[in-house]
């Protein structure tokens, strides 16, 4: 790692932060029709030694739970008097759907379709707006924690734009088995933020509702990777992540009848064409429809819920250039190494506080 400089003072809202250390900063995004505050709190952690600035940040959709364990775990693990640069990390940007377990705000919009946001626009314009002037513009770098929506989970992976050079080294160095070229959707944070020059990768793990404890320590271990990747942080004892394959296409597979679901498949597991991924019948059994797979490939993300209507997507495939077997052998070892990692937490004694 190249000598550094001495970092700077970080200028947060109202709030400086000097080198080397760590404060909390409270930015009022609204307010209720009860006229108190709502804020959004974040931790800015600035770096003895000069360096990137990285947002870390969860809960864009207020009911995405395991995001918000992942930045509070992170903000144990990191030591300002090593860190260079800075790093900011969100636990909750949407406190609104937060506080009422929702993936929306009051205006039933999703905040991230509503980014770079409006200063005169609806709540969800005017939090877009507040948040990504003030913090995201603050930032060379962005990791965007999110799980699957309500009653879907999520094989942990990372969707990037791979055709910005800087997003992609950060997706390979996160370390997930799994990386999907994604498309820039107009409004999201991705999108908006890349257009301003900033390097985004979302990483997917999960379900929402949830704390999960494998989605966390895989989301740990990736941010951590690309903190050092970044050089942000020291080599450490943190083990290099295996070179991830990339998808070149994914689908969701359909419901095409209404009733009870019953998956023989789980997410990771390789699949072949016309292979039976699920049973849909009524309650009785008298009437069953079987689901099977239009072609190879590896389950990504699924329906939890066993209770479906026709037209509900309940299976998430990836389709890759390389054998499906090779991609689920990758997984396999990706998921023993997320283990071996949480039993080495446990017997430490890390992440209890």
């Not at 990791?143 to 990372?158: F, G, V, Y």
């Not at 059994?285 to 689901?291: C, K, M, P, R, T």
């Amino acid at each position: 790692m190249a000598k550094a400089s001495r970092n700077k003072a970080f200028q947060c809202g109202d709030t400086l932060v000097p080198p080397g250390k760590r404060m909390s900063v409270e930015l009022e995004v609204a307010r209720l029709y009860t006229h108190a505050n709502l804020s959004v709190t974040l931790e800015v952690v600035n770096g003895r030694l000069a360096g990137p600035v990285l947002l870390v940040d969860a809960a864009i959709h207020g009911d995405e739970l395991n995001g918000v364990e992942i930045v509070r775990q992170l903000l144990t693990k990191i030591d300002p008097m090593k860190l260079r640069g800075t790093l900011i990390a969100v636990p909750v940007v949407n406190v609104f759907g937060f506080i009422h377990k929702s993936r929306y705000l009051p205006d039933r919009r999703d905040l991230n379709r509503c980014f770079p946001g409006s200063a005169r626009g609806s709540i969800a314009g005017r939090i877009a707006h507040y948040f990504f002037n003030n913090i995201v513009m603050l930032c060379t770098h962005v990791i965007d924690l999110h799980t699957a929506a309500i009653h879907r989970t999520n094989l942990p992976q990372i969707r990037a734009n791979l055709s910005h050079p800087v997003s992609a080294n950060m997706a390979m160095a996160f370390g997930t088995p799994v990386v999907i070229d994604a498309s820039l959707r107009d409004g999201s944070l991705r999108s908006e933020a890349e257009k301003a020059g900033i390097a985004v990768i979302t990483y997917e793990a999960g379900e929402a509702l949830r704390f999960e404890p494998f989605a966390i320590t895989a989301g740990i271990r990736g941010i951590q990777r690309v903190m050092r990747h970044l050089g942000m942080t020291a080599q450490g004892k943190l083990t290099r992540a295996k070179p991830p394959v990339v998808a070149r296409a994914t689908r969701w597979i359909r419901a095409d009848f209404d009733g009870i679901l019953r998956s023989h498949v789980t997410l990771g597991q390789r699949v072949e064409k016309d292979q039976t991924l699920a049973i849909i019948s009524d309650p009785l059994g008298s009437d069953e429809v079987a689901i099977k797979a239009l072609q190879g490939g590896i389950i990504i993300g699924q329906q939890t819920l066993p209770l479906v209507n026709e037209g509900d997507a309940i299976y998430h495939l990836a389709y890759f250039e390389e054998p499906d077997s090779f991609v689920e052998e990758k997984v396999e070892s990706y998921l023993d190494d997320v283990l071996d990692d949480m039993d080495n937490e446990i017997k430490s004694g890390i992440g209890k506080a």
